[in-house]
């Protein structure tokens, strides 16, 4: 029987996992592969939802956009931390985090055979998305810093183009868009009536005196610019699954088609935990962000240490992308790692033609020790 999912990527992340099964559970074993930040909510967000989750209101579905109080108390947190002047009402829906946000926003906007333009390497869901729903994407290398060419973006439109895709800071390079960029790609966006879809999942982790930019913040960008957004990075909710879409009201009233047909709403107690986290948690949330920067201090200097692995510095997230010198084969490299030095590692293949030979690392779990002992290990891999 024929499957129509049956040429799209298989989750690159459960598949290795499935050759980690034998090793996951032993004290030894050190995975750092998934993509976790290594901090929960805060404890008395955690309180207050424990008293909420008793009420009935709790159990059932909120309203398809998201809880009234959850939408208006974003609003003013992207206002203040990112520039975004937002109509909760109308231009703001929660989702079941970014990537059904993302999906949501494809299934809305693309039409079967159109093509998304997104720099490589890439989060290798939205590949997998753009696929799913009939469309293509259309990679475009990235410079030696991991950052896209304005020139080199604009090249690769056609006609056949309905959108360009950011990721900032990005997954899986870890690299931070500059502004100038961001304009750049913005206003070709405006000029040729495309989307500008920016995923700004880890909108807090920019760090070594970057700044994170959204593009939705320019006033002549609120037609043109959809936003993306999540609670499971920078505010360790991963389980919980709620993200969010900011884009224009004819946008999002298309949008709800999508999220009604799919998921009706975010899950209600993680709405209620957001909730919390934005009114009285932010404070906790930035003392665990700035630990995870000396976590990157940390993992940079060991890193360096190894001949083999050819790194470049970047400015945001909890991710690692170096390159491996004379690797032509990531996948097998990383199986061979799994299997010698009982460490879990993504291969750069999954992100994009442009990641062959290199390796993802994430580090947002670890504790300090545990990066100390993963670069231990790494080293004596590739100088045994």
Request: with cysteine.
């Amino acid at each position: 029987m024929r499957f129509r999912t049956s040429d799209i990527m298989p989750p690159p992340i459960a598949e290795l996992q499935e050759a980690a099964k034998k090793h996951i559970g032993a004290s030894s074993f050190l995975n750092l592969g998934q993509g976790l930040p290594g901090h929960i909510p805060p404890r008395p967000c955690l309180d207050i939802l424990t008293e909420r989750i008793m009420h009935p209101s709790a159990h059932r579905y909120t309203p398809d956009p998201g809880l009234v109080e959850l939408r208006e108390e974003l609003a003013i947190y992207l206002r203040q931390n990112s520039g975004l002047q937002v109509d909760p009402s109308t231009e703001l829906v929660v989702t079941t985090g970014a990537n059904s946000a993302f999906a949501g926003t494809i299934l809305t906007i693309m039409l079967t055979g159109q093509n998304i333009v997104i720099p490589s390497p890439h989060y290798f869901n939205s590949l997998m998305a753009v696929n799913l729903f009939g469309g293509h994407v259309k990679e475009v290398p990235v410079n030696g810093s991991f950052k896209p060419e304005v020139e080199n973006i604009e090249a690769a439109i056609d006609d056949r183009t309905c959108a360009v895709l950011l990721i900032t800071p990005n997954n899986p390079t870890g690299a931070v868009y500059d502004r100038e960029t961001i304009d750049a790609v913005t206003d070709i966006c405006i000029d040729r009536n495309l989307w500008l879809i920016t995923d700004e999942t880890y909108a807090r982790m920019a760090f070594d005196d970057s700044i994170h930019y959204s593009p939705r913040s320019r006033r002549d960008a609120g037609k043109h610019v959809i936003t993306l957004g999540s609670f499971s990075k920078d505010f360790g909710m991963s389980g919980w699954r709620v993200g969010y879409v900011v884009g224009p009201p004819d946008f999002t009233k298309e949008f709800l088609k999508v999220q009604d047909t799919i998921t009706i709403c975010a899950p209600t107690a993680g709405q209620m935990l957001a909730l919390e986290v934005l009114k009285s948690g932010l404070l906790k949330i930035d003392e665990e962000i700035q630990k995870l920067k000396l976590l990157r201090d940390l993992a940079y200097l060991r890193i360096s240490e190894i001949e083999a692995l050819e790194t470049v510095r970047t400015a945001g997230t909890f991710y690692m992308f170096p390159r491996v010198k004379g690797c032509t084969d990531s996948r097998s490299l990383v199986l061979d790692i799994l299997q010698t030095a009982e460490v879990l590692v993504l291969p750069g293949s999954v992100f994009g033609t442009s990641g062959e030979g290199f390796i993802r690392l994430s580090i947002g779990p670890l504790t300090p020790e545990a990066v100390d002992e993963a670069f231990d290990r790494l080293k004596a891999y590739f100088e045994g």
